[in-house]
């Protein structure tokens, strides 16, 4: 029974190593797959915060681009709406003094370049009129 005893421990001894063995690889094993997942996911928090501010960069480069553009616009806004004024005022004073001009001027033998001129007036307030009544409709 001495023989079996011993030949049982012996065994179990074995069997003990082959068990701590297996642990010790199964613990390094594991230890080196979180080395991974580690480095796997700090490359990738890097990645990302590389990403963030890039987008950050472009962002506040919209955003900068916005606001100029934004300035030209009411500058633009700020001209046309002068020149709506001056137009407006040519639509309502042109063809008033058109027609004082064509009063004024003498019936018989006008110079050549005023009739020239005023027939150009009233081709150009004619144009101006129409364009005028297809913004309005």
Not at 122 to 134: G, P, S, Y
Request: net charge neutral; hydrophobic share 35%; charged share 35%.
């Amino acid at each position: 029974m001495t023989a079996a005893y011993e030949e049982k421990l012996e065994e179990e001894h074995w069997y003990k190593v082959d068990l701590e063995n297996d642990i010790q690889y199964r613990n390094k094993e594991f230890g080196r797959q979180m080395k991974d997942t580690i480095s796997a996911y700090e490359a990738k928090v890097a990645e990302e915060s590389w990403y963030r501010t890039k987008s950050e960069k472009e962002n506040q480069r919209l955003i900068t681009e916005c606001a100029e553009l934004k300035g030209v616009a009411k500058y633009w806004k700020g001209c046309f709406s002068k020149l709506a004024v001056i137009a407006n005022r040519a639509i309502e004073d042109v063809p008033k003094m058109l027609t004082d001009a064509e009063i004024a001027m003498p019936i018989f033998n006008p110079p050549k370049a005023i009739e020239d001129f005023l027939g150009y007036c009233r081709k150009l307030v004619r144009e101006i009129k129409n364009i005028v009544a297809r913004a309005r409709s």
